[in-house]
């Protein structure tokens, strides 16, 4: 099956700091990938490059089999990626339902406003908004940003949808709602990665999972495997832990 | 359109006519005046307003355009080619200029915009052989029946400048550029994320921008049939359209037109009188103006002033 | 040989440029406010000491600090009234209340003073410095000695002082500077004042120089801008390495195309810096 996403020898520098280094991974249609590893491994930046924010120094990005590194963002959001920001980022004096709508305008390529305003009003209601339809974006609280975050995200008709911690700042009904949430959207056919602090909801969600730590990928599989690596618990833990707890396994 | 913007422009519209038939020469220079300025407010009003992007580049097209014009005119073209020629130009000049400063943001941005008037300033100065430099450019004069005719001649024609200002921004308002400049002004970042090409529409209303001053400028060039560098480059032409915009509502459909006309009658009725230092108490008010009222009018209503008057006026508008 | 003579005469009011935009440089990177009034109080400074000059004979570049000091004592309400409430506000706005009040000072000033231009005429006059054939003005030696001093005193108070430590506190995170006890209001204040200070300074050196008027304060202002824009915003060595910078491309630019287009071609290469290297040749990255 032809892979969705393909990255190949993906390099970021900036700075001296070689941010990634040498990723090299495939999506497939359908997917539900976590993306894990500690603070500062370089989740976000990924996704930054991959979503054209930041330019590769080295490396591809194939999409759908087309190379996308070097498009600006707005280009490949138009081609069907999307994603959402950690840092929740509405446009302020708008209403929830113009947000989403011109999401819709946009990369989500409908044909007049008036669809726009329609599709904005079903993705509201998909993502539980729709009661706060006319309020303006920065009326909501916090788990009503990342709601309209992804409302907004769907509206772009993504065939590839990153969520870059969707749960920080939620409490346990609120991420559980979340997870419903993302399960409900894989369903309509669209690949996930899970940019993740929280194990827990990775193991729940995902069907594979992706370690990055210092800019590099570690491991790469089954959620149950990839926790046992003894790589990714050095990453996460020390090395001191990883030699208390697996001595005698290859380091 | 709502039902209080178009009972503005019947009201307007009729002030209009009722002033191109009625009244006499000096009233008749003083509406040209503000459909001059009703005009440059919507043409900032564009970038500044709806991209909110701090343009101070007025000037500089308005200058382009009178001399595109000027000089078109004085090698035998008839104005009604040479205006829009002129127009056109200064458009295309803005798609350039667009193109080189407007990834700059905030005072980058302003700045640049600011520098380019002076620039083309001296370049003018200096090309004496096309533009007569420093001594300046006479156009024809158009024979449009003596002293009354002209009048009424070139009152019309800033009228068609303002007007083409409001139509354009009324179409630019409702159509998807509008929504996407909405979007920049309001989160640049977020706007490219949701696909949004924010250099194409940067540029295309800059130069939508440019297009409405250069002509405005054209105009102007025939109307006093002499125009030199210093007068059409002059900085106060791209910051009274600011100020004006300020007073009406930066980003508003018809706040240039409220700005404009607020600002032409505070400095006719007060000023005049006060020839000699007019141009620093134009400096107080616009301090006032920033400290005291920075939403422009409706900003009144703070004040417990003239709250019916802030209900009246069309300040809102819907994007989508 | 005309080479070596050109270059002399941009090294030669290098550190009076220098001074001329340390000012504009400290308040657009503290407050971030662009002070369209930069140039006008610079000619203010310069009437400062003209009068001065006329009235007790004082030496223009001795009076710097002195006029310095006026400004800053006018300034410091100034901000603390008017420019305060508008701090954080976007650029529209303060760029716009800066032209207000710019406006008003140029016009006071034109009222007051006349807009014919007054000169400074030393008796005797300065003369010349020959280095082996080239020659350097007296009065531009002075100007740029005086200057270079002010800028380093600058430096010295940012580096050394609680206020300069302050200053750039506030320049950095101004609410993390604010946490950390400093009062933030009082800081803008002072910088803008002290912003005031250089530029009266300055033109009191420039004074005794060129000849004065209010009409030519956008003149020092755009110069302000191209220092800035050169060298780096927010730093003294950037505005060391703009005001040198700025008095070599003059210089170059007078001979080339002669003394009316030589700002006009620092303002095209402020243009192309802002299009290609918005951060100026030190590379400092600027406030946007």
Known sequence: ????????????????VVALDRIAFALGEGEIVGLIGPNGAGKTTLVNVITGVHRLSAGHVYFNDERIDGLKPDRIARRGIARTFQIVQPFPRMTVAENVAAAALFAGHAGSIPEANRAALEHLEFCGLLSQAAKPASSLTLAGRKRLELAKSLALKPKLLFL?????????????HALELIR???????????????????????????????????????PAQVIADPHVIEAYLGRSYAAEHFAGEPA | MSGRVVIGLLAAAAAALALGLAADNYVLRLATTVGMYAALTWSWNLIGGYAGYPSFATAAFFGLGAYAAGVLQTSGLPFGLAWPLAGLTVAVFAGLLGGAILHLRGHYFAIASLVVADVLREVTNVWTGVTGGGMGLSLPLLSLGGVNGQARFYFTAMLMMAALGLGISWLVERSRLGVALRCIEQNEDAAQVIGVDTRACKVAVFMLSGMLAGATGAVYASWVTYIDPTDVYDVLLSVKPIVMALIGGVGTLMGPLVGAVVFLGLEELFWRNVLEFHAGLLGLLVVALVLFLPGGLRDMGRYGLLRRLGRFLPWSRKIL | MLYLQVLLNGLALGGL???????FSLVWGVLNVINIMHGSLIVLGAYLAFFAHQVFGIN?????????????????????????????????????LTFGLNLFLDNLMLKFFQADFRKITFDPPLGVFNLGGLLVPVDRVMATATGLALVGALWLLLRNTQLGRAIIAVRMDSQAAALMGIDVTRTYALAFALGAFMAGAAGALLSGIFPISPVTSSVYLGKAFVICVLG?????PGVLVGGFALGIIESFGTLVLGPELALTLAFLLLIALLMFRPSGLLGRRGFQ
Do not use: W
């Open chain 1, 184 to 222: 409900a959207i894989a369903a309509r056919g669209v690949t996930i990665v899970l940019i993740e602090h929280l194990m827990k909801v990775v193991m729940k969600a995902s069907t594979r999972v992706v370690v990055l730590h210092h800019g590099q990928l570690i491991a790469d599989g089954h």
């Open chain 1, 1 to 16: 099956m032809k892979p969705l996403l393909r990255l190949d020898g993906v390099t970021h520098r900036f700075g001296g």
């Open chain 3, 232 to 236: 780096g915003l927010g730093s003294i």
């Open chain 3, 60 to 96: 223009p570049f001795l009076f710097a600090p002195v006029a310095g000091l006026v400004l800053f004592a006018i300034a410091y309400p100034l901000q603390k009234l008017v420019i305060n409430p508008v701090m954080g506000r976007p650029v529209l706005i303060t760029l716009t």
């Open chain 3, 17 to 23: 440029y220098a001074c001329i935009a340390a000012g």
């Open chain 1, 164 to 176: 870059d911690e969707v749960n920080a700042g939620l409490n346990h009904s609120e991420m559980d």
